[in-house]
């Protein structure tokens, strides 16, 4: 019995680490409900007037690391209220072009579609958008300032804006190992003056107050200076939101924007105009999400609920995904030596308590046959 149990904790542990179950059935969902910001938000901007296009600056779908498929996506997009969405999967643009195709297939009178790439490495995470072709120029695990200064470049020469993302999420501390999430990132100042054309200043619940406030103080010395000599050397720079969706979940934030004509190509002027604002709800919508479980789930939840009791022995802190095939921090691993001494010990006691009561029961059983073998007309 001890043994058995060694040789299960033996497995056990290796498979917590390797077995990735998806626990909800994602692909069975479907989104026949919708929401309506409109109805008690206003633009955070309040002299930003009247608006017809709801933008969602940044969503993930199947192609990169998202749950969604593209078809679904778009779906998802329309029932949280949003008119328009820039579709930005990790590394490529396929993502965004399939999605654009079914938008425009069956939802043309309902919702644009504008393909990009979010462009991710261990330094920074960029959405390229209104793109058609992945920009994989300086792509690597660490680009160089000059690799993200020449992709930057191949965006505009593509005809396509550039936005950095979630600049919090990005300089968070990861939790042990003590480093930024993603290592080194540009000042919001170096990134301005390498040419991108603006920052995603809620992602999800965040706000990034900060980086508001600065790219305030360059609109409005950018619009100070227009006014002054009809030119700038400081272009305004985008206010963008997004929701960054990998799995169904709550919308806090939708960009806004007053066009003249419901098409990629006027969405586009107005967001290559910085003439954008946003709504901004930091409880969600409380839309109704509620997927599935998996049969796949079902079926290996009792191996794996097992593997996560042998996987306390431990803590495991990974580094941040590169989006390469590596990490960008060396894992750390804590052995809880403790907890392991005191599962020994319970275990040693549980099998000697075993073999005590099953020899008590044996000597039990054995005088009980005995005594009946000696009295046989004992009733």
């Known amino acids: 019995m001890s043994i058995f149990l060694a040789v299960l904790a033996v497995l056990m542990i290796p498979l917590n680490n390797a077995v990735d179950i998806e626990t909800y059935n994602f692909k069975a969902m479907t989104f026949n409900w919708s929401t309506n910001p ?6 955070f901007d309040p002299s930003f007037g ?4 709801l933008l969602d600056g940044h969503a993930h779908t199947t192609v990169s690391d998202g749950r969604l498929t593209p078809e679904q996506l778009v779906e998802y997009s329309i029932a949280q209220g949003f008119n328009a969405v820039i579709v930005t999967d990790h590394n490529t643009v396929r993502g965004g072009l399939q999605a654009e195709r079914y938008a425009m297939s069956k939802y043309s009178d309902k919702i644009v579609v504008i393909p990009g790439m979010e462009y991710s490495n261990c330094r920074i995470h960029m959405n390229f958008i209104n793109i058609n072709t992945t920009v994989s120029v300086g792509n690597k695990e660490f680009p160089t300032d000059q690799d993200m200064q020449r992709a930057i470049d191949r965006v505009h020469e593509l005809g396509g804006l550039v936005i950095v993302n979630h600049i919090p999420w990005s300089n968070h501390t990861l939790e042990r190992l003590n480093t930024p999430r993603l290592v080194n990132h540009p000042s919001v100042e170096s990134l301005i003056s390498w040419g991108v054309d603006g920052f995603e ?7 990034d107050l900060p980086t508001y406030q600065r790219l305030l103080a360059h609109n409005i010395i950018s619009i100070q200076k227009s006014n002054l000599t009809r030119t700038t050397d400081k272009p305004p720079l985008i206010i963008m939101t ?7 979940n709550t919308a806090f934030a939708w960009t806004v924007l007053r066009t003249n004509e419901f098409t990629k190509q006027s ?9 954008t604002s946003f709504l901004f709800d ?11 479980y ?3 789930y079902l079926a290996l939840s009792p191996l794996s609920e097992l593997a996560e009791y042998f996987g306390s022995f431990y803590d495991r802190y990974h580094g941040q995904y590169s989006f390469h095939g590596t990490r960008c921090q060396r894992d750390v691993v804590d052995f809880h030596g403790r907890s392991i001494g005191f599962f020994v010990l319970y275990l040693v006691t549980g099998v000697l308590l075993f073999e005590a009561i099953y020899r008590v029961f044996g000597l039990v059983t054995r005088f009980a046959k005995q005594r009946l073998h000696r009295n046989p007309h004992v009733e």
């Open 50 to 53: 009247d608006y017809n296009v």
């Open 38 to 43: 409109r109805a008690h938000l206003v633009p």
């Open 201 to 207: 200043i809620v992602n999800q619940a965040t706000f």
């Open 267 to 275: 969405i586009m002027d107005e967001v290559r105009n910085a003439r």
């Open 242 to 248: 997004g929701s960054d969706v990998h799995t169904p």
């Open 294 to 296: 998996s049969s796949k």
């Open 282 to 292: 930091p409880t969600g919508n409380q839309a109704n999400i509620m997927p599935g």
